[in-house]
């Protein structure tokens, strides 16, 4: 989470916008929610995720079709789903990208400007997705880094309860065979 909150902040200042947010997919569920955040003002709530991707259809382009959109409040013909969260947030632009590794979609960065709607130059699209390929590799990793400390932890209560159970056995071995009925 950490990683994610330092790509974040750098995504802000790399393409000049207070605001980035880095999510997970749970495409089983069709949900991406908020892992980590980065607010220049510092002054948004928590995100209240998670997000049913049935409910925002650019949202799921983004991530099936694997493209970066970019929604702008004042745009007549902009996803009317993102833009009313947008207006109630007050946010004027929205910048979203797939975060992909190895060919698979595992969650989505959006970068929003509270400031002004945005024209992203070619340059700058690359950028983010450069970077959101940075962190779909740090949330991988994070993922495989979890499940190993679960097995390990797992292996630690098998191996004691395997020491607590052969332990007893020479106290079973030597018992009457009446005691052990």
Known sequence: TELLAEI???MTT????????????????????VLADYDHSGR???DPGPYKL????????VLEERITAVVNVD????????????RRDGDK????????????????VEIVDQNRSRQYSRQELRLCRAIAGQAAAALHNARLFAEQARSDHDITRLSAALHSLTGSLPRLVGAA????L
Request: glycine letters at 4%.
């Open 44 to 46: 948004r709530l928590p």
């Open 75 to 86: 745009d007549p013909h902009v996803d009317q789903t993102e833009a009313a969260v947008l």
């Open 93 to 108: 632009s929205l910048l979203m990208a797939p975060l992909v590794h190895k060919d698979r979609v595992i969650g989505l």
């Open 14 to 33: 790399l393409l000049d916008c207070p605001f980035c947010a880095i999510s997970e997919l749970d495409a089983r569920a069709g949900i991406v929610f």
């Open 8 to 10: 974040a902040h750098r």
């Open 54 to 61: 049935d409910e925002y259809p650019l949202t799921r382009r």
């Open 177 to 180: 065979p009446e005691a052990l």
